[in-house]
Each structure stands twice: as C-alpha cells, then as structure tokens.
C-alpha cells in the first residue's frame, strides 16, 4: 500500500492557476531531495557509487540542478540532452552517454565533453572512432538474450530488445578496443523495466558482475563499474507498495562480497535512474471542464495524452485525486479523457470517483518521469507549462508554457507565418 499525496492542495491550486492556467505540471523540490538522498545512501558501502539520473524521464534544468546538488550525474541519449547537461555544468565523469543508433553528432559532442561513452553495439568501434575518437573508458551494453527470470517469473525479454551485444560480441569488442588503448572498461544492461519488488537490480547486478570478471578474464582487461541503468518501477496504483531502496542496497552488497569471495574483485556501481527517481514528485494539474452521458459517463479534462501519453500508448493506470474532494465517496464511475481526436485519449477507464463538476480541479499522480518529456504536439495541442514547489514553500516557473508562436515558429519559412519568427 502507499497513500497518495497530492503536492498541492485546492487553494495552492487556485492561486497558481490564476497565474499559469491549467494544465500544468507541479514538482516537489522536497520530495526530490529526499528521495535522491535516500537512493545514494542505500549504495554508501560501494566506493565510488554514482547515480546518473536519466535525464529523458525529467530534462528540466531546475530538476538536473537539484539533483546535481544531491551529487547526481546526468545519463544522457541524445544530443540535445548532451548540451542540457553542459549547459547546466556537467562534465566528464558527471555524464553518462547511453544511447542507440547513434548520429556522429552526438559521438562527437559526447567524447568532446569527455562523456562515458556506453556502446550499444559492436559496429559502435568503427562509428565513434570516426565521428570523434576512441577515448581510453568506455561502457559496453550487454544483451544476454532469451528472458530474464527471476524465480520463475519472466521480468523481461533481452531477445527481442534492440539494445546492447551478445556476449561473444562483448568479448570481442573488449579486445578490439584493448587493442585501440582503452584502459578502463564499464558493463551496462537494462533488462526489465518498471519493476516492482526488490529483485531486478540484485539479480542483474550479480549477472553483471559476473561477465565483467569472466571478460577480465577472458580479455585480458580492467573493468571497473557495471551499470545498473533503469528499470525500477513506482507503485502507480495505491495497492501497490514501494521498492524498498535500503534493502536493494543491502541485497547488491552481499552479491558484491560473494564476488569479491570469487574472483577477489570489487566493481564501482552505477545506476541511471528516472523512474524511481522522479515519477512520484511530479503531478499533472488540470481542470474539469466538460462532461458527456452517452453509453458511458465522461468527463472532459482540459489536459489531453499530448501532456500525459502513458496511459494512452500503454494503457498506464494513474491515480487522480480531486482536489477539495479527497474524503468524498469514491462512489461515481466515470471515463475521464481528454480533447484528441484519438480514442485511446483516456487518462482514465471506469475510474470510480467521487461526482464531478465543472471547474473541478484533478491531479494525475505519479507523472514526474517520462511524463511531460513524452509530451507532442499532435492536434496542434501545446505543452504545458513547468513549475516548482520549492523546499521553502514557494513556488517557480521551471518552463513556461507553449505559446501559438511556438507552434508556429518552423513554419516561419512561409510569409503567412513570418509573423511568428522568433
Ligand atoms: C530510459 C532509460 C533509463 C531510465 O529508465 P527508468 O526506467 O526511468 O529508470 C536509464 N538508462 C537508459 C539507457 C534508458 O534508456
């Protein structure tokens, strides 16, 4: 079980709606922090531990300076990411690069900004030699193929992800690249994603950790991190219960020391949370603002999927807490959806809450990761804007909201549209 908190109540919600209208999206600096905080303690018996928040769950630069303050790296993917993370001061060892089909481009920058480069293939060698050079630590993803089980139950299937190499390609790479002068090797999988439980990252940080031994060993190489990447879930719906940190934390060290029983070898871990970083301390605000009785009941939010995708693209529950109502009977059923011209636009199917009105105010929980990053422009609609509860209580402006001038600024090439030049 966890209960759902709203980050502001009604009469917050008024107010700032008056300033910014709905729909925005409303993060909670305290939340964050203590979050981060508990993250990294859990890992303080691992020397040289870094998380590397992935930067597509919440690329917002007020998010990335709190989380930097907490002694967070960025895991970027993609060069506009990259130059986020340097305009925002990360550099080096702060960045991580995970990323697939991988423009020269984005090499370029990331081996320029002295980023570690995590390869996603083998044919990668060639590719970054040319685009930019072969700098002396890398990241390999690891692919192990077939499911990944864990006590019976299938988390994940590696054979049909696009990601990472086999491990006879592993093998080789790392001697290619030995050979081309890198001297320190890290190992990278991501094999489930949105777990819940405490098991994925202890299982796949001991199968990590022994194929980074078995390629020291093999290849004749140092490997110093294995990396975590993503993949731990959030419990989106109020039944659910929280992963437990602290005991994940626990269950690595001990696989850790029966490594180091084994092989007498110790790797730095890295991890590249969003999820599990984020998710919780990010909530949609939006606004009843139409309602239809045909064969179903629903109600229409000023919100639409071009805010919040996931439960359109995967059919995601989300929590919704009318604010104002919150110890109201939960005892109408309703379809609450938003304004595409697409059917799947539903945050929401026979969703039982208490009778709606017009003017209500809603909060879609657990929105902070790969929630307004996912947004898009479909239907002409504009994203939201962006805003902070800060830890003094006070709220901030993270990102304005999409003006028409936006939406039509790469049409400026016409003159009907010249107008909205930039
Ligand atoms: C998306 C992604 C992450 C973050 O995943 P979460 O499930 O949000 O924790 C980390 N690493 C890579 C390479 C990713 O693609």
């Given at each position: 079980m966890n209960e759902k908190h709203t980050i502001i109540n009604l009469d917050e919600a008024k107010k700032l709606k008056e300033k910014y209208p709905t729909p925005f999206y409303i993060y909670d600096e305290n939340g964050i922090r203590k979050q981060a905080e508990e993250f990294i303690s859990a890992f303080?018996?691992?020397?040289g531990f870094r998380e590397y928040f992935a930067v597509k769950a919440t690329p917002n630069p007020a998010v990335l300076k709190i989380l930097k303050s907490c002694g967070c790296g960025v895991d970027c993917s993609s060069l506009t990411e990259l130059m986020m993370a340097k305009a925002l001061g990360f550099e080096g060892d702060d960045i991580m690069f995970s990323s697939n089909e991988t423009a020269d481009a984005e090499f370029a920058l990331a081996a320029q900004l002295g980023a570690i480069i995590n390869l996603d293939?083998?044919?990668h060698i060639d590719a970054l030699e040319k685009a930019a050079f072969i700098p002396e630590r890398l990241c390999l993803r690891y692919n192990p193929g077939g499911d990944f089980e864990i006590a019976g139950e299938i988390m994940g299937r590696p054979s049909d992800a696009k990601y990472g190499m086999t491990k006879k390609q592993l093998f080789e790479a790392a001697r290619i690249l030995k050979q081309k002068g890198v001297k320190r090797f890290g190992l990278h999988a991501f094999l489930a994603?949105?777990?819940?439980?405490?098991?994925y990252w202890p299982a796949l940080s001991l199968l990590l950790m022994e194929t980074a031994a078995e390629v020291e060993d093999k290849c004749g190489v140092k490997v110093e991190f294995v990396n975590l990447s993503g993949g731990l879930g959030v419990p989106?719906?109020?039944s659910e219960d929280k992963c437990d940190i602290a005991e994940i934390g626990k269950r690595i060290e001990k696989n850790a020391a029966s490594i180091f029983k084994k092989y007498g070898r110790r790797y730095k871990i890295f991890t590249e949370s969003g999820r599990f970083m984020l998710a919780p301390y990010g909530q949609l605000v939006s606004e009843v603002i139409r309602f239809k009785h045909t064969y179903k009941e629903y109600a229409g939010l000023d919100a639409c999927a071009a805010n919040l995708m996931r439960p359109a693209m995967y059919g995601a529950y989300h929590h919704i807490t009318v604010l104002g109502k919150e110890n109201k009977k939960a005892d109408r059923k309703y379809?609450?959806?938003?304004?595409?011209?697409?059917?799947?636009?539903?945050?929401?199917?026979?969703r039982m809450l208490p009778e709606l009105e017009e003017g209500d105010i809603v909060v879609l929980h657990d929105a902070g990761a790969h929630g307004f990053s996912m947004g898009y422009n479909y239907n002409g609609k504009l994203r939201s804007a962006e805003i902070l509860k800060k830890s003094d209580g006070t709220y901030e402006l993270i990102r304005r909201a999409e003006t028409p001038t936006d939406y039509f600024a790469t049409l400026d090439i016409y003159p009907e549209f010249a107008c909205f030049k930039r």
């Open positions: 303080s018996w691992n020397e293939d083998i044919t994603s949105n777990t819940r439980g405490n098991d989106y719906r109020p379809d609450v959806v938003g304004s595409l011209c697409e059917n799947n636009d539903k945050f929401a199917v026979d």
